[in-house]
């Protein structure tokens, strides 16, 4: 009863932290499972420490009974997923961090763990508690949540920093007043991986967004990512692999070029983006597939057909669908070179006497 | 000036060459065909039976070759498929033919070099006769001590065989974190040591398996035990030295690396301390503990490391899982590859003779490889905190370790590889006949399973072997919950129920979880029936049904359609069980109408729970093999029986279907009894009561002894003390004997003695006879577990010309330990019969040195006095015929010894009267008569001996024909 009435105290004076850069933080806690052995603070840590965090305004605690079982339906039976199991998925909202915990007495003290892992990155914080069997359960509870606190804004802390570089390295860096060329593309994509389908051009897709987002102006040509005839015969090992080669109709020649540059002169293009994407399946982590991919791009101006800037670059992608994770590696080598191929696009075709 | 080597046509064609025994190297054939810049990759041509690790090599030395930043050389070894080549990023320094040769001279020389350290790896110590000895708890201080020995002291390279699932995983990260970089694999070893702790014989025998493709297990050497305190302090040195001599390794003649230094923050991953101590009530508590306190110690200012967890990879993975599911981040959050990388894996040994004080060594082990890098040690409290200098001087080794390891790189072979692997997964048959405690069984199964799964993590056939070898062990778990309740007194019940209690069993299927989750749930990723049902069927030993439910359903498909697959219903049908949905599991079989001999076990259990035994009873008379298959169905039967007032006709099916250890059984003799006044058997319930009583006041059983009196003293009889002998119902005429061949593992005196007291028995001279065979060179015996496999001995036997006359009984004694590998059974046995001739094996009855009142000569000869040819006589002289309600054989208990519970049996070498009875109408000479006959049939059932088991037999016979015989009268 005096554990209650402390609860009941603890809630109504559950302090009220000022709103961080962290707020709406998902938090999923795994207490140990309780025994009938368990007494005094190995018994009630984890109860008030799960009450002190979802006092605390930064933090949503969210529940995780039930995700194992659904996402067993949802990775092996994606078809036969009912509308009312994925709504149900789709509901949850994803931890970003977990916090493990487990007590355990030995001799006359109790050590209590929390293991506080970052889901994003894996990072683990281990906080650690020793206290007496008979030490308050309250001031154990307070001392744990308080360790807890420090260990999210730790991580926190360390994922702003990266995530800030992240950004950074996505902003085109060129002069304010550099002319900026209308551009269009051309971008296949193959995957390597046996019976996979040729997808949308996710590459291409890429370079849209990100050359929209730093105000360039495009435009689309009649078939960007699809080859104007049969696909010549071609061995070609993308990755390191042991399928045999595959057919790639990627690149253009002769009269097929010209047509291509034709149709982007006619719709104003200044400068086309020629290149080809290929991905395959690497490897599976769980229900994860893992897929890489080379992307290779070359700027052509389409006045002269000369070439500004060339680039290429890999990328990984991860998915529980494996055609998913390839297009998801497309974007990540994409990604990876965007910014400073564009650069030097910018940059070449701004250049005196270019 | 760097020229690339795939940019110039005028090298196109272009071929180096090395060679060095079967392994040649051609550089390839390139070409560039891109608008765009795309460079085709070339065929590497495959040349002798060593190229995929050739090629490896190659591979790896070229890229170490390059400059930091060009070296991107991508390889696969798929063997058969050729070897393609991506030299995009390959690029020779200076240009020239002289460039190249000099690649090529380095990678020659690197692969010389790469070969001169042996690889020694080390497996957990089996054991036998497992039990809470001293000896056994100092096992697991042996294992980590052989190895710190191993890496401290010899110039070789230890790789870890612990936590590899976890190497595996960061393997994996790296290949999705950095796209240019190989897919890494964990070094195969040379040399694969392992050990068996053989308790009775104080001896601990070393295996030292060189590992090729087709490796079989090595000569083991013994080395003596002293006492428990030397197998912790003295003998890992003195096996390290033998290891050393096996592999050729040097003394460890290097300076010790510097300790001091500044370094980067380390990335570690901390792995669950290991400790393969058996059963260890402490374990549960003391091994968590542990853990926390030296996480916090790494994670400290104090050390400074960064951690990451691995642990619990699968949660982290599906909450990536479901974010990709809602599609909240493109490719952020759930991308694999944000995920931090560990530099180092750090892996705790913990062993103790008590809770309080523990020795740990932790090992630190490369990402890369598997490769252990350096080992500190020490000794404190549970809750003290281990010294930071030590960890910190740790990390520190194994990084600069790791560090010089990256400029040598080793070859991966796959083949290496799988061939380990592919003994692991083998030693799990070999360990059949070692007598070990589930929980060392589950140790064993995580351990081996989790290193054979890491080996063959490139090749899908091999991890599903892997998998479906060790995940069953590895997770000890009664079929379903109800098998607690129904069979609390099963050997391997009591054990789980005891480690549950301990807390011992969580840490083990946690465990369990970490090395089979991953592997199972990648092999389920095709939803092919068979590995989700095997993905299914470990969720449901894990705990988690629910899980395995929605697996097995495949997000809700119709259960009916699925219940047609089999064997896909059986799993779905313990699923049911085990989340209590009784009604529906029943609903599910008798739907199907057919099911397996497993599911009618289950359909029993689960009409039981449903209280329906109107039901129960009827599957139980309709799949009799079943209803008497084991202890608790058999008495349930019986009750059932009594119940209905059909206890004769179901005494009869018991006795024409169970198998005579089953029907010894205490629990089935009280059930058997109980049945017998049921069905107005006076004589014989009171034969079995006066037995049964006897079997309870031998075992202290009160509440046995109270239901025996009281069924004796209800039918008017009285309580009997001991049993007679059988020559008191049976005499035989004076010439008649009984041979007893032994073959001089057992001692003199000790065979005197068995032949002495079965003498007395029948009142019959026992001819006692010395051969002197080498039975460790039969095909049938396994080096492993030092045992013969019985069912082939025993075959091999009725092709022995045993010495002529009126024998009515052979046996052969052996101190040889004897297993069964048969589909129904697999474990060890003491003895089998074939025609006239019984196989015995005295090394089990040791078992009962200790717990048993009774001389091991007595144990030895109850086994021995089982005539074959008397016990026939008894079961044709009094079997009826027509349908199974009417026949009707009293069991001779007495008569039989059972394997597997002769303890908790505790037969007298004696009869009942009820047997005694029987025995008066045995004649002698048609018994004689019938012994050529039934020998004769057993020899013609079984194969001709051939190879070493031919050379063994005509031995066999040559010293039996020249044995003279001690004869022993009664």
Same mark, same amino acid.
């Given at each position: 009863m005096k554990i209650r009435s402390h609860l009941a105290t603890f809630l109504l004076t559950s302090f009220v932290g000022t709103l961080s850069a962290y707020a709406g933080i998902s938090i999923a806690i795994t207490p140990p499972i309780a025994t009938a052995e368990a007494e005094g603070v190995e018994a009630f840590v984890f109860e008030i420490l799960e009450v002190n965090l979802s006092g605390n305004a930064q933090y949503d605690l969210v529940d995780r009974k039930k995700l194992s079982d659904m996402l067993a339906e949802q990775t092996l039976g994606a078809a036969a997923l009912t509308q009312d199991q994925a709504s149900k998925v789709g509901k949850l909202v994803g931890a970003k961090y977990y916090v493990f915990g487990q007590s355990k007495q030995a001799g006359g003290r109790t050590a209590i763990q929390c293991r506080v892992v970052q889901v994003e990155t894996g990072l683990l914080k281990p906080v650690l508690l020793i206290v007496p069997n008979n030490e308050d359960p309250m001031k154990a509870g307070e001392q744990l949540a308080t360790q807890v606190n420090d260990a999210i804004a730790k991580l926190e802390g360390r994922s702003a920093q990266e995530q800030a570089a992240v950004e950074a390295a996505q902003k085109l860096d060129v002069a304010a007043d550099a002319k900026r060329p209308v551009f269009a593309f051309r971008i296949p994509e193959v995957s390597v991986t046996t019976s996979a389908n040729t997808a949308d051009p996710a590459a291409e897709k890429s370079l849209e967004g990100f050359l929209q987002t730093n105000d360039c102006k495009m435009v689309a040509l009649s078939r960007p990512s699809q080859s104007e005839s049969a696909p010549p015969v071609a061995a070609i090992a993308v990755l390191a692999t042991s399928q045999a080669p595959v057919k790639l109709g990627a690149h253009l020649e002769g009269k097929e070029h010209e047509d291509l540059l034709a149709e982007a002169r006619a719709k104003g293009v200044q400068v086309i983006i020629l290149g080809v994407a290929t991905s395959e399946r690497a490897t599976q982590i769980g229900s994860f597939s893992a897929a890489r991919a080379r992307v290779e791009f070359s700027a052509v101006r389409v006045s002269d057909s000369r070439i500004l800037a060339a680039t290429s670059g890999y990328g990984v992608g991860t998915d529980l669908s494996n055609f998913v994770a390839e297009k998801k590696a497309i974007e990540s080598a994409t990604e990876k070179v965007q910014a400073k191929f564009v650069e030097r696009i910018i940059s070449a075709y701004n250049a005196p006497g270019a | 000036m760097a020229d690339v080597l795939k940019a110039s046509g005028r090298r196109r064609g272009l071929r180096g060459k090395c060679r060095r025994g079967g392994f040649s190297l051609r550089v390839p054939v390139v070409s560039r065909r891109s608008t765009t810049g795309y460079k085709l990759g070339s065929r590497w041509d495959q040349i002798g039976s060593h190229d995929a690790g050739g090629v490896s090599s190659c591979s790896r030395w070229l890229s170490a070759a390059t400059p930091p930043g060009r070296a991107g050389i991508e390889f696969d070894t798929q063997p058969g498929a050729g070897y393609l080549f991506d030299t995009r990023n390959l690029a020779i320094q200076g240009g020239g033919v002289l460039n190249i040769i000099s690649v090529i001279a380095i990678v020659f020389a690197g692969y010389c070099v790469a070969k001169e350290v042996p690889k020694i790896a080390f497996l957990p110590s089996f054991s036998d006769f497992d039990g809470g000895t001293p000896m056994r708890a100092a096992l697991p201080a042996f294992d980590a001590r052989l190895q710190a020995e191993l890496l401290k002291g010899w110039n070789s390279e230890v790789l870890s065989r612990a936590g590899l699932s976890v190497v595996v995983f960061e393997q994996k990260l790296r290949a999705v974190g950095e796209p240019s970089v190989p897919m890494l694999r964990v070094l195969p070893s040379g040399f694969l040591v392992f050990c068996v702790l053989d308790q009775p014989n104080k001896q601990l025998r070393v295996y030292v398996n060189r590992v090729s493709a087709g490796m079989a297990l090595a000569e083991p050497r013994m080395f003596p035990i002293r006492d428990a305190k030397s197998i912790a302090n003295e003998l890992p040195r003195e096996v390290a030295k033998h290891v050393a001599a096996v592999a050729g390794l040097s003394p460890n003649d290097q300076a010790a690396p510097s300790r001091s230094g500044t370094q980067k923050a380390v990335v570690c991953s901390l792995l669950e301390p290991v400790n393969t @101590? @058996?059963? /260890?009530? /402490?374990l549960g508590q003391v091994s968590p503990l542990i853990r926390a306190v030296l996480e916090s110690l790494v994670a400290s200012e104090e050390v400074g490391a960064t951690l990451v967890e691995r642990s619990e990879s699968s949660k982290l993975l599906e909450e990536k899982a479901m974010n990709s599911i809602n599609g909240l981040d493109s490719n952020g959050a759930t991308h694999l590859g944000r995920m931090v990388k560990a530099d180092l894996i750090l892996i705790p040994f913990i062993h103790f003779q008590n809770p309080d004080r523990i020795d740990t060594d932790l090992f630190a082990v490369d990402v890369a490889t598997g490769r252990m890098l350096a080992c500190r040690s020490w000794t404190g409290g549970l809750l003290d905190t281990p010294p930071a200098a030590l960890v910190r001087e740790l990390l520190f080794e194994a990084v600069q370790t790791a560090g010089e390891s990256s400029l040598s790189p080793v070859p991966d072979d796959r083949g290496l590889r799988h061939a380990e692997a592919g003994f692991m997964i083998g030693l799990k048959q070999g360990w059949n006949g070692l007598r070990q405690l589930v929980a060392t069984e589950a140790e064993l199964s995580i351990r081996l399973g989790d290193a054979a799964l890491a080996l063959a993590s490139d090749d899908e056939a091999i991890m599903r072997k892997a998998a479906k070898t060790f995940y069953r062990d590895a997770t000890p778990a009664a079929l379903h919950p109800l098998v607690f309740e129904y069979n609390p007194d099963d050997q391997g019940i009591s054990q789980i129920s005891a480690l549950k209690k301990s807390g011992q069993l969580d840490l083990l299927l946690q465990q369990a979880r970490q090395v089979f989750e991953l592997p199972m749930t990648e092999l389920a990723r095709t939803n092919a029936d068979d590995d989700l049902q095997l993905l299914a069927e470990l969720w449901i030993r894990l705990g988690d049904s629910t899980k395995a439910w929605s697996i097995l359903t495949r997000g809700g498909q119709p259960i009916q359609e699925l219940a047609l697959k089999s064997p896909y219903y059986q799993t779905m049908v313990v699923a049911l069980m085990n989340l209590g949905r009784y009604q529906e599991c029943v609903d599910l079989l008798e739907n199907r109408k057919k099911w397996n001999s497993l599911c009618t076990t289950i359909l029993l259990d689960a009409y039981r729970a449903l209280g329906n035994k109107q039901r129960e009873f009827e599957i139980m008379r309709l799949n009799l093999k079943s209803a008497c298959k084991t202890e608790r169905t058999t008495s349930r039967f019986l009750d059932l029986a009594i119940e209905r007032g059909e206890a004769g006709p179901v005494v009869g099916a018991v006795v024409a279907t169970g198998n005579s250890w089953m029907i010894s059984s205490p629990r089935v003799r009280k059930s058997m009894s109980r049945a017998r006044v049921a069905a107005g058997q006076k004589e014989l319930a009171i034969s079995d009561a006066q037995c049964g009583l006897i079997a309870a006041v031998k075992a202290k059983d009160v509440e046995t002894q109270k239901e025996m009196r009281a069924i004796i003293s209800e039918l008017g009889a009285s309580p009997i003390v001991s049993l007679p002998a059988a020559r008191e119902f049976l005499v035989f005429p004076k010439g008649f004997r009984i041979d007893l061949i032994h073959d001089q593992t057992v001692d003199l005196k000790y065979v005197s003695e068995v032949a002495a007291h079965v003498a007395a028995f029948w009142g019959c001279p026992v001819h006692v006879r010395s051969v002197r065979v080498d039975l460790t060179g039969c095909s049938g015996y396994q080096k492993l577990s030092q045992a013969l496999e019985l069912n082939f001995f025993a075959d091999l036997l009725t092709h022995v010309s045993f010495p002529d006359g009126s024998a009515i009984g052979t046996v052969f004694l052996t101190q040889t330990k004897l297993i069964s590998k048969k589909k129904d059974y697999t474990g060890d046995v003491y003895c089998l019969s074939r025609g006239a001739i019984l196989v015995l094996s005295d090394h089990y009855f040791r078992k009962f040195k200790d717990s048993d009142a009774r001389p091991l000569p007595l144990i030895t000869a109850i086994a021995a006095a089982k005539l074959t040819g008397v016990s026939r006589m008894v079961r044709s002289q009094t079997k009826g015929t027509g349908s199974w309600e009417e026949v009707f054989f009293p069991p001779p208990p007495d008569l039989y010894s059972a394997n597997g519970n002769l303890h908790l049996v505790a037969l007298d070498l004696g009869v009942s009267p009820a047997t005694g009875a029987m025995l008066e109408k045995v004649s002698p000479s048609a018994l004689m008569q019938s012994i050529p006959e039934i020998n004769a049939r057993a020899k013609a059932e079984t194969a001709p001996p051939a190879g070493t088991d031919l050379a063994i037999i005509i031995e066999f016979n040559q010293q039996i024909s020249e044995a003279k015989p001690t004869i022993i009268n009664p």
């Open positions: - | @101590g @058996g059963a /260890n009530p /402490n």
